[in-house]
């Protein structure tokens, strides 16, 4: 179909492709200013229900990346890993929606509905740009968004030493120098990352200063 955006329009693939039920919700495509959406490609990586839901919301993510000033391909890579696209998921934990979002951090968002998964990726969004913010490093607001941002670690400027959180950030710092290999940077996110940041490993990955955040936008990591 067809949907406008920013004055104009671009082509995305039906909402409804491989998916029924309550697993998909038709999302709607808000209308921005501050920059292009990035085009769908396939990961080849994800398995293939995973890539079909993310086909289907790829658009509203890119949207969404632009309106917080995040990378289209980090809220991809933590939206892959948080549910792999389920709307539905919850975890045993109690995390809910698309981007597994805990009861108590909704209630701070103001997210009433959690299995809507327009209003938990606006929420999920919103989130990480607010540990973007408070720690100025990817890498530390990532750890921040599945272990908690009150850890003294990260007040340390470190990765909290819990294997689940470290694994976390190094498989998505991973898929997200993937996704970006794939696909275009939104035109109104500016880069502002040395030469250092620029390289990320998919192994190996050692606590690396992945994006020194230097302004409103995170940066791509290559």
């Known amino acids: 179909m067809m949907v406008k955006a920013f004055g104009g329009s671009f ?26 959406p990035s085009a769908y490609k396939p990961a080849w990586w994800l398995p293939g229900k995973v890539e079909r839901r993310r086909a289907a919301y790829f658009p509203l993510v890119s949207n969404i990346a632009c309106q917080y000033g995040l990378p289209s391909a980090l809220l991809d890579a933590v939206i892959a890993q948080e549910s792999g696209y389920s709307s539905t998921a919850i975890s ?43 720690f100025g490093r990817i ?35 991973t898929n997200w120098a993937r996704l970006a290999a794939e696909t275009p940077v939104n035109t109104g996110v500016m880069a502002r990352v040395s030469a250092a940041d620029l390289a990320i490993k998919a192994s190996g990955y050692r606590e690396v200063d992945l994006s020194v955040y230097q302004g409103i936008n995170a940066s791509s990591p290559i």
Request: aromatic fraction near 4%.
């Open 92 to 134: 045993g934990s109690g995390a809910m929606g698309i981007m597994q979002i805990m009861p108590g951090t909704a209630r701070q968002l103001g997210l009433s509905s959690p299995l809507n998964p327009i209003a938990n990726m606006h929420a999920g969004a919103r989130y990480l740009r607010q540990q973007i913010d408070r």
């Open 11 to 36: 082509a995305t693939q039906s909402p409804h492709a491989g998916l029924t039920g309550r697993d998909f919700t038709e999302p709607h495509i808000p209308e921005l200013s501050i920059c292009t």
């Open 139 to 173: 890498d530390l607001a990532l750890a921040a968004y599945n272990s908690g941002p009150e850890r003294k670690s990260l007040n340390a400027g470190q990765i909290p030493a819990i294997p689940e959180t470290m694994a976390y950030v190094r498989v998505i710092t």
